[in-house]
């Protein structure tokens, strides 16, 4: 078969939808469960295969075998319907993600690791990624359930609530870019020199938090909430079609973690892409760099969830639309102002990158004395003795 | 001493008077929950009933509670006991004195070594039995490593609750370790039967001391690390300050008692105000709280696991050799009288009434659970939260379902 870019394309979709669900299934949900075990002083899945590595088919052997109920009352349509919805989304937008530069092939230059390196490609990862919050309303609607109704409820207004600041922190991104093209957003940080991070930290910060709000995550897992709504909209599922929420999250999870990569970490570049003394960091292919960033923030991940307890639903909401939207609008006008004041139309990128470092070790090292101060207050005031 | 404190008196009532008022409103909710005519739809929901539990993660046993909600705010909660009803007051009436003992453990199966110390007491009084030196301090040590242990199981569990999972590994790691020492002791982890009318069934054994004084040194920074991760959290902290305040005079009212009632500005321990066994010769402190909100109610707990640790260190110096019994009768038959005896039990006032006709089995044996009179604020303080809150509030009250229910 001459491999044409069709074939090509095809090849890459397949790939992208056997391997994600199996990395998925083998390796982080394995290095979830031991991470987490490690953070809580215990030692996690270590029975099944080597040191536990054969987790994953334990896993998957008996999601695949247990018994699929459907409740009687449920809407059985969008029962069956919601788990497709909840995973498809994410799988697809995993089709503009470039995981490493364009490779010459014989005579032709092609983006051999983006499955579709379409010109629009941060607007359809938005648009696709929104459609998988259908998923979770609808089975929480479908299961006839008050617990998954309230969490499908939560979800709604989650995730249409922390749509708007993440697509926002994103819009300043364009301005630094002038393209929507992910693969472009990466080259122009390789010409610039310059991670968008910098400049856009507090996009970034936007973004990374209203990710995690969107995949339903600790401290924002309120659609779930275990300990409130009992697993929430997927109370009444199990078997496949739960595995299918499950796949949905995580690969939502890996969708957040990619864009964050590609569009503030530079995508498959290594650090400071134009400094000659760190050239040597080439020595990591590209699709190297890719895997160890996209590995740290799927960590944060993991470190959130055993590090913080959940927000209440209202706190959310008003943590959504009181401090993030208003920050992320004049975050818009910050960067844009940057950028037209400074005649290169780059430099403005730079500037703003040493301010918003200052500020954030200023805010750090803050932080640090207030926690010290905070704590020696703390014990000051605790009764030492009867005699108080 | 404490039969003529008017507080308890009152409290008694009280007990009675809604243990019944809770089950005619449980029947009359059970009544009134209409049969869903209408198929799921999201449109004509405007009032819930939510079931909540008493197969529920969060209800920290068989607690069932019928919530009517509007949308996720609570418009009315009505607790559900009695799943767990064995039947324990009217056992004892069957049991000889001594036998009475094993029962007290499957009350608050939690902290068993102070259940089985109120009891104890409460026939000791009957018995006018004065207790061994050494028992009395080996008694406050059980005591107070059941409170640690016990305060341990809510800090983990009612941080699971709002979600954050990992404190509840730390808790527990210095629970096993302090279950590892009753088991030395007594044989037992959870029902210990670790105490007998007249003082102790054992001594303690070789090394023990030793081993406990290395752990209870160590205590205050594993105490840190939880605090580390909670007490300055921004999130622990918006989903606990101002969450189910109750005032000082409510608690009263209510016959609340323990760290809730502390933790509403009102210093209140039977350690300091009755002290029994040798609580009046050790120097501890009591925290308390002004605001009476959760997060209070957080920092009084865990205060009072240092305090606990600095009493059981202190008791550990005072120890000296010496007999752990009692000179008590071989068939223990009280004179015909009526008695109350309470200690501060890790979830506040855990008292014993016994009512004896001179035989060798009691009349009547009341108990005052601390759990259950304190369970009847639930549905004052969940009034107008949100669902999260509810769960947040179960674990802030610290219920245990086998003292509720008995």
Request: charged fraction near 20%.
């Amino acid at each position: 078969m001459k491999l044409t870019p069709a074939v090509l394309t095809y090849l890459k979709v397949l790939i992208l939808v056997a391997v994600v669900p199996a990395i998925v299934g083998f390796v982080i949900v394995l290095a979830e469960r031991r991470l987490m075990g490690f953070m809580q002083v215990r030692l996690g899945p270590n029975r099944v295969g080597p040191k536990g590595l054969l987790q994953g088919v334990a896993d998957l052997v008996k999601l695949v075998t247990k018994e699929d109920i459907t409740p009687a009352q449920a809407e059985k349509a969008v029962y069956f319907l919601a788990p497709v919805l909840a995973v498809i989304p994410s799988l697809t937008a995993l089709a503009v993600i470039p995981f490493g530069p364009a490779v010459q092939i014989g005579k032709i230059k092609t983006p051999l690791w983006v499955a579709a390196d379409v010109n629009i490609g941060l607007l359809f990862l938005l648009a696709i990624t929104s459609i998988g919050v259908y998923g979770i309303i609808l089975g929480g609607w479908a299961s006839n359930n008050k617990y998954s109704l309230l969490g499908g409820l939560r979800s709604a207004a989650q995730l249409v609530s922390y749509e708007v600041p993440m697509g926002l922190a994103l819009v300043s991104v364009l301005l630094m870019t002038r393209s929507l093209s992910m693969v472009e957003i990466v080259e122009r940080q390789g010409r610039l020199g310059l991670w968008f991070v910098f400049p856009g930290l507090l996009a970034f910060f936007l973004y990374f938090v209203s990710g995690v709000a969107e995949t339903n995550r600790n401290p924002f897992d309120l659609p779930e909430a275990e300990s409130e709504l009992v697993s929430g909209f997927n109370t009444e599922y199990s078997g496949v079609k739960f595995a299918f929420f499950f796949l949905g999250e995580y690969a939502a999870m890996i969708v957040i973690s990619c864009v964050a990569v590609t569009v503030f970490f530079g995508g498959w570049l290594p650090p400071f892409p134009s400094v000659a003394a760190l050239k040597f960091l080439g020595v990591i292919p590209p699709f190297g760099w890719f895997l160890i960033k996209t590995g740290f923030f799927l960590f944060c991940y993991i470190w959130f969830r055993s590090t913080f307890p959940r927000y209440r639903f209202d706190q959310l909401m008003a943590l959504g639309w009181k401090w993030m939207i208003p920050i992320a609008l004049a975050n818009i006008v910050i960067v844009a102002l940057a950028i037209l004041a400074t005649p290169g139309r780059s430099h403005g990128l730079f500037v703003l990158s040493y301010i918003f470092g200052g500020l954030f070790v200023l805010m750090y090292l803050l932080a640090k004395l207030r926690q010290r101060l905070t704590r020696r207050e703390r014990l000051a005031a605790a009764p030492a003795s009867a005699s108080e | 001493m404490s039969d003529e404190r008017p507080i308890s008196e009152t409290e008694k009532g009280l007990a009675l008077r809604t243990a019944e008022e809770l089950r005619t409103a449980a029947l009359s909710a059970a009544e009134s929950v209409p049969v869903s005519l209408h198929p799921p739809t999201l449109f004509d929901v405007q009032e819930m009933e939510l079931n909540f539990g008493p197969q529920h993660p969060s209800t920290h046993g068989v607690l069932r509670l019928v919530v009517r909600v509007d949308g996720e705010k609570i418009i009315e909660t009505k607790p559900d006991i009695g799943y767990l009803h064995r039947g324990t007051e009217k056992l004892f009436e069957t049991e000889t004195y001594p036998m009475g003992i094993p029962h007290t453990d499957r009350l608050d199966y939690v902290a068993a070594a102070t259940n089985n110390h109120a009891y104890c007491l409460t026939v000791e009084k009957l018995l006018g039995v004065e207790i061994p030196r050494r028992a009395q301090l080996v008694r406050v040590i059980l005591d107070e490593l059941q409170r640690l242990s016990s305060h341990l199981v809510w800090l983990g569990t009612s941080g699971i609750d709002l979600g954050a999972v990992t404190p509840f590994w730390y808790a527990f790691r210095e629970r096993e370790q302090i279950l590892d020492f009753f088991e030395e002791y007594c044989g037992a982890r959870l029902t210990l039967n670790c105490m007998r009318i007249g003082g102790l069934p054992f001594d303690l054994t070789a090394g023990w001391i030793e081993r406990l004084t290395e752990f209870i040194d160590d205590l205050p920074s594993r105490i840190d690390d939880y605090e580390q991760l909670l007490t300055e959290n921004r999130i622990w902290k918006k989903r606990t300050v101002d969450v189910g305040v109750i005032s000082g005079e409510e608690c009263i009212e209510w016959g609340v008692t323990g760290p809730v009632l502390r933790a509403s500005g009102v210093e209140w321990d039977l350690r300091r105000a009755q002290p029994y066994e040798c609580y009046d010769e050790l120097d501890f402190a009591i925290p308390t709280r002004v605001n009476g909100d959760t997060y209070d109610r957080y920092v009084v707990r865990v205060q009072e696991m240092r305090q606990s640790a600095r009493i059981i260190k202190q008791c550990l110096d005072l120890l000296e050799p010496g007999e752990v019994r009692g000179k008590v009768p071989r068939v223990i038959k009280p004179l015909a009288e009526e008695v109350y005896a309470s200690i501060e039990s890790p979830k506040g006032e855990l008292g014993f009434y016994c009512v004896s006709n001179g035989t060798n089995r009691p009349y009547r044996m009341h108990v005052r659970p601390p759990s259950f009179i304190n369970l009847q604020a639930l549905p004052r303080l969940a009034k107008g939260h949100l669902v999260s809150d509810l769960v947040a509030l179960i674990g802030t009250i610290d219920i245990v379902l086998g003292e509720v229910d008995r």
